[in-house]
Nanobody, 122 residues
Framework: QVRLVESGGGSVQAGGSLRLSCATS?????RGWFRQAPGKEREAVAR?????????YYVDSVKGRFTISQDNAKSTLYLQMNSLKPEDAGMYYC?????????????????WGQGTQVTVSS
């Protein structure tokens, strides 16, 4: 069983930064950050293979601003978010998959954290 506990959300002004953390226990093949704004579908923001920190994916809207990383010694996943925009606001979820998939489709990810709120004011 995989457990995920997120932290680090909050409120910032546009242009500011936040760092999200996700403490992970259990075996994972892939981990990622998803977000969901009110009235919108949950989308994959960034994903990374747990055993290969050099292979990762970003949604186009965050490329160059967000960085996903992991500290395998502590089993912690991070999302550094810079130059935040109001459209980045939403509930951010850490997710993990122990099956051999790192799909952007949230429906194939079996393990989820409780979510952390990110608010960006203009």
């Amino acid at each position: 069983q995989v457990r995920l506990v997120e932290s680090g959300g909050g409120s910032v002004q546009a242009g500011g930064s936040l760092r999200l953390s996700c403490a992970t226990s259990g075996y994972t093949y892939c981990r990622g950050w998803f977000r969901q704004a009110p009235g919108k579908e949950r989308e994959a923001v960034a994903r990374i293979f747990s055993n290969s920190g050099n292979t990762y994916y970003y949604v186009d809207s965050v490329k160059g601003r967000f960085t996903i990383s992991q500290d395998n010694a502590k089993s912690t996943l991070y999302l550094q978010m810079n130059s935040l925009k109001p459209e980045d606001a939403g509930m951010y979820y850490c997710a993990a998959n122990s099956r051999a998939s790192c799909s952007s489709d949230p429906r194939v990810w079996p393990f989820w954290g409780q979510g952390t709120q990110v608010t960006v004011s203009s």
